[in-house]
Nanobody, 120 residues
Framework: QVQLVESGGGLVQAGGSLRLSCVAS????????MGWYRQAPGKVRELVAA???????SYAASVQDRFTISRDNAKNTVYLEMNSLKPADTAVYYC??????????????WGKGTLVTVSS
């Protein structure tokens, strides 16, 4: 079993910053992908930032140059640094991690989400 625990969400004024964290724990052989999604009220879940193992980070156009994804592989942790936040960034943010078990089977896991609210 694998658990993902997110933290760092909250209420911030427009122009402010927040840092989200997501820690993966449990039976982990290797992690091949870590990323962040978000879902605003009444909208579909969308990819915010992705960080494949050994690859380059990628971002949604709406957050490019404002958000930064990073990983601490020793801690099985992924971060999302969010700057210059806008009310349009208000959403529940979900951590998404791809994990390989000892039998080389890949499974995708989701966190429960952390709410980010940006006030104008």
């Amino acid at each position: 079993q694998v658990q993902l625990v997110e933290s760092g969400g909250g209420l911030v004024q427009a122009g402010g910053s927040l840092r989200l964290s997501c820690v993966a724990s449990g039976t982990i052989f290797s992690i091949f992908y870590m990323g962040w999604y978000r879902q605003a009220p009444g909208k579909v879940r969308e990819l915010v930032a992705a960080c494949p193992t050994g690859g380059s980070p990628s971002y949604a156009a709406s957050v490019q140059d404002r958000f930064t994804i990073s990983r601490d592989n020793a801690k099985n942790t992924v971060y999302l640094e969010m700057n210059s936040l806008k009310p349009a960034d208000t959403a529940v943010y979900y951590c998404n991690v791809g994990i390989t078990d000892a039998y080389l089977r890949g499974t995708e896991y989701w966190g429960k989400g952390t709410l980010v609210t940006v006030s104008s």
